[in-house]
């Protein structure tokens, strides 16, 4: 797709120009609950909703800290893409190349990000403007809690996308001109499990459906039925695409539903706590479910522990498999800049591979619609040939805390049969960051504690 701004540009674009003619439609049959232009900011400061762009600012912040974390701890953590491979096979490969069709992955491609987009900041947004401030908390805590609940998973049990794994599938989102820059900057292309583009609507969806139960009203006469439909039909998108784009695997949509129940869970009983208690109550809340909270964290800390070192580090266990035309990409974070990140590539399998250091600026004009021309940039960067059973290290040193570095394989043109290689990139801040990795996984356990028994309140 050929478009003057980035993804990310054109998706918030779209977000804003539709949020007020969506909410006029959505709410056409309520229009006293409406909130005048005029009324906004006394409505802000009177339902304390200070609190929600707070949360939205703090996610931001936590969510780059959790990713700083992804690609130094995967040293010590290893991959499980082997083991969910083992259980679909090529399932995914069959499904993209039945309905392969260019314009319905431009279609879905722009869907992907536009939607999750939306999921995350038009509710708290629509139920802000139309008078339910129970609902825009319970919208706004959503997004927060269920990235809270996926850290453990995304930092401790890595699994590659398909198009990393599976023969024949390509990325057809990720390589392209128009998206590689913007995904290979905010996507680690390793956080497979759990998917949180099913996982974030669903929690939304049973919050609704809780909250319908709870005030009495039947679901066909609620007057924000049309964001629930709109929001149910994107998950039956999401169903497809995320498998279609070569990006998740079947079984990353278990996870997320498992903790699309949890979050629901936890976000219906802390969200009238802490509107009428604020922080304190919600702390006494959690005073009350210590020893479900003490239980959780304890499984979770020897679980976590297990992983460190654990199987998914057995070196035989490919990271990436290719054949034929196939073209797979690694991403090499910016940690420092006076200190290496060790790179060491091992090809385990029987036919030779090609491997190249380039930039990402290089790679952007040669790759469409899934497809990288290998040849093309090849000249721009480092090339290396590894023949069955030989390794090639190298240090990588940035020059700069923009730049952006990946390493493309490919199979040797001249061999026939499935390349597979092994990656391990060493960063120096490493073992610091397992620390703090592990603290912030902690978060994740005292939500499912607290969803266990949900005490109430004394």
């Known amino acids: 797709m050929n478009w003057p701004i980035g993804p990310y540009g054109t998706s918030m674009g779209l977000l804003?120009?539709?949020?007020?003619?969506?909410?006029?439609?959505?709410?056409?049959?309520?229009?006293?609950?409406?909130?005048?232009?005029?009324?906004?900011?006394?409505?802000?400061?009177?339902?304390?909703?200070i609190w929600h762009i707070s949360l939205y600012l703090a996610m931001f912040v936590f969510k780059a800290f959790t990713d700083y974390h992804n690609e130094p701890l995967k040293a010590m953590v290893g991959g499980f893409t082997h083991v969910v491979y083992s259980i679909e096979g090529d399932l995914v490969y069959h499904i993209q190349s039945r309905f392969r069709n260019d314009l319905v992955s431009e279609t879905l491609s722009l869907h992907y990000l536009f939607a999750y987009l939306f999921i995350i900041w038009y509710p708290p947004i629509h139920y802000i403007l139309s008078k339910d401030p129970d609902l825009a908390d319970l919208a706004a805590m959503n997004y927060f809690v269920i990235y809270l609940l996926a850290v453990p998973l995304y930092l401790f049990?890595?699994?590659?996308?398909?198009?990393?794994?599976?023969?024949?599938?390509?990325?057809?989102?990720?390589?392209?001109?128009?998206?590689?820059?913007?995904?290979?900057?905010?996507?680690?292309l390793d956080n497979g499990i759990?998917?949180?583009h099913v996982g974030l609507p669903i929690s939304l969806l049973l919050i609704h459906r809780a909250h319908i139960r709870q005030s009495g009203i039947d679901i066909s006469d609620w007057r924000h039925r049309g964001l629930d439909i709109f929001i149910m039909s994107n998950v039956a998108i999401y169903l497809f695409s995320i498998l279609y784009l070569g990006i998740h695997w079947i079984t990353d949509v278990v996870p997320?539903?498992?903790m699309a129940v949890i979050c629901s869970r936890f976000c219906i009983y802390i969200q009238p706590i802490l509107r009428g208690g604020g922080v304190r109550g919600a702390l006494k809340a959690v005073r009350q479910n210590t020893r479900p909270i003490l239980v959780s964290i304890a499984l979770g800390a020897v679980v976590l522990m297990g992983a460190v070192e654990g199987p998914g580090t057995n070196p035989g266990n490919p990271d990436f498999?290719?054949?034929?035309?196939?073209?797979r990409l690694e991403i090499l974070e910016v940690h420092s800049l006076n200190q290496p990140v060790v790179v060491t590539v091992e090809n385990l399998g029987q036919v030779s591979v090609q491997a190249l250091l380039v930039d990402i600026e290089d790679v952007e004009p040669h790759a469409d619609r899934g497809i990288i021309?290998?040849?093309s940039v090849t000249p721009k960067g480092e090339y290396s040939v590894l023949r069955p059973g030989s390794t090639w290290t190298l240090d990588y040193i940035p020059e700069s805390i923009t730049e952006r570095k990946v390493i493309l394989f490919k199979a040797a043109l001249t061999e026939s049969g499935i390349?597979?290689?092994?990656?391990?990139?060493?960063?120096?801040?490493?073992?610091?960051l397992l620390l703090s990795g592990f603290l912030i996984s902690m978060f994740s356990f005292v939500i499912v504690g607290v969803s266990i028994k949900r005490h109430p309140i004394k």
Do not use: C, Q
């Open 194 to 196: 759990p998917s949180l």
């Open 419 to 432: 390349a597979e290689v092994s990656l391990l990139n060493e960063y120096p801040d490493s073992d610091v």
């Open 321 to 327: 498999r290719m054949e034929g035309d196939d073209v």
């Open 157 to 188: 049990f890595n699994v590659e996308v398909t198009s990393s794994f599976i023969p024949g599938v390509d990325a057809l989102m990720y390589h392209d001109g128009w998206n590689i820059e913007f995904f290979t900057s905010n996507d680690p």
């Open 373 to 375: 021309d290998f040849d």
């Open 16 to 49: 804003l120009a539709l949020t007020l003619p969506l909410h006029m439609i959505w709410t056409r049959k309520n229009p006293d609950y409406r909130v005048a232009p005029s009324e906004l900011i006394s409505e802000i400061r009177t339902r304390g909703y």
């Open 256 to 258: 997320g539903l498992i």
